[in-house]
Each structure stands twice: as structure tokens, then as C-alpha cells.
T-cell receptor
Framework: DTEVTQTPKHLVMGMTNKKSLKCEQH?????MYWYKQKAKKPPELMFV???????INESVPSRFSPECPNSSLLNLHLHALQPEDSALYLC????????????FGDGTRLSIL | GENVEQHPSTLSVQEGDSAVIKCTYS??????FPWYKQELGKGPQLIID?????GEKKDQRIAVTLNKTAKHFSLHITETQPEDSAVYFC??????????FGTGTRLTVIP
């Protein structure tokens, strides 16, 4: 079992729907991350939150909107997604220094119809 | 930015044999190198890591070596077992929480 919990595990949505992915950690980590992973590829960084503030946005389209309500929670709001957005979305957390590991959840498998 | 290369992309070994995966990195400022194992339907799980002030680290059947001068690091798995079959990713951190992944190695351990 991972210490980073993501819900839902699977999500199927149409291109006009609005949905949210949720991530939770209780390790006291102050940095949280969203990654996108396509099949047979490494994870690609989307967003980084450090101390609940957005610190990195890797030029992600505005149809993806992150939110960090508190230090334990991270959301990713989805709206008007495209079929190419179908992927595994991974959340991770870390202490936030550059010599500490990131711990990943098991992801949300997203399919866009 | 950092560029991490990983080889081989696929690796098949007989159960009990050793497996070696090699990575190179480009940014001399990188100072932390984790290795992740990703099983089907799961997220990447940290299996071992090494910091730039250490040349080698071992944890039971898994070891990692780091050569800062040559900018390469390697994962060694001894006495492989079928449950070691997975995709393995090397990674490097070059500050500001930026984790750069290698392209992955699909390891298959044949019983």
C-alpha cells in the first residue's frame, strides 16, 4: 500500500464533462506534484505545489486546473478534455528539498470518450 | 535542463541471474538519484536511492553505484526473482524539486 492515496482509481468522462481528481498524503510532506504518464513512457511533470503555493506549471493547458486546499490535499480539476488527455495521472509528495524522494500514489486511469 | 538516458529499454534474464540497468545524466548540479519500480496498474515505487556524496549503496539484493565524474549511475539486482519483473525508472533531481526520469527499462525474469 502506498502512503499517497488517489481517488478515483478509474475515471471515464466525455469531452464536455467536469470532473476532479483527488490526492491525499499524511506524511507531513510540504511539496506535492501532479504527473501525467502515457503508456510505456516515464511520468511527465505537470504541476508542483510547495507549501501550498503553485511553484511550477510545466506549460499545461488551462483545461487542467490544480488546487491545493491544504498541505495534505491536492486536487486536479478537469474540464473540456481531449481524447489525447487519456492517461494515468499520478500524484506524488515529498519533503520538498532536492535530496529527498518523491513518493507516488497508484494514480487515476483517465479515459476521455 | 537535465537529460537522463537509460539503457537497455528491455531486459530479460533467467531467474537467479543478475540484472544491470545503466543511466547517464547531463547536469553536474544533480545531486540525488532515486530508482523506481513500476508494476502493472501501480504507481512508481521507490526501491533505492543514492546521493552525490556516496559512490555505492546496497539494500539486500539491490545495489546502486554512482560515478559523478562520468555522470553515470547503475542499478544492480542480484539473484533475480519473478516478482522483480516490472518497469524500472532511474531519475535525477537537479534542484527545485525537478525530478527528471529516464525512459524506463522493462525487466522480465524468466522462471
Amino acid at each position: 500500500d502506498t502512503e499517497v492515496t488517489q481517488t478515483p482509481k478509474h475515471l471515464v468522462m466525455g469531452m464536455t464533462n467536469k470532473k476532479s481528481l483527488k490526492c491525499e498524503q499524511h506524511m507531513g510532506h510540504r511539496a506535492m506534484y501532479w504527473y501525467k504518464q502515457k503508456a510505456k513512457k516515464p511520468p511527465e511533470l505537470m504541476f508542483v505545489y510547495s507549501y501550498e503555493k503553485l511553484s511550477i506549471n510545466e506549460s499545461v493547458p488551462s483545461r487542467f486546473s490544480p488546487e491545493c486546499p491544504n498541505s495534505s490535499l491536492l486536487n486536479l480539476h478537469l474540464h473540456a478534455l481531449q481524447p489525447e488527455d487519456s492517461a494515468l495521472y499520478l500524484c506524488a509528495s515529498s519533503h520538498g528539498t532536492d535530496d529527498q524522494p518523491q513518493h507516488f500514489g497508484d494514480g487515476t486511469r483517465l479515459s476521455i470518450l | 535542463g537535465e537529460n537522463v538516458e537509460q539503457h537497455p529499454s528491455t531486459l530479460s534474464v533467467q531467474e537467479g541471474d543478475s540484472a544491470v540497468i545503466k543511466c547517464t545524466y547531463s547536469d553536474s548540479a544533480s545531486n540525488y538519484f532515486p530508482w523506481y519500480k513500476q508494476e502493472l496498474g501501480k504507481g512508481p515505487q521507490l526501491i533505492i536511492d543514492i546521493r552525490s556524496n556516496v559512490g555505492e549503496k546496497k539494500d539486500q539484493r539491490i545495489a546502486v553505484t554512482l560515478n559523478k565524474t562520468a555522470k553515470h549511475f547503475s542499478l544492480h539486482i542480484t539473484e533475480t526473482q519473478p516478482e522483480d519483473s516490472a518497469v524500472y525508472f532511474c531519475a535525477a533531481i537537479a534542484g527545485a524539486n525537478n525530478l527528471f526520469f529516464g525512459t524506463g527499462t522493462r525487466l522480465t525474469v524468466i522462471p
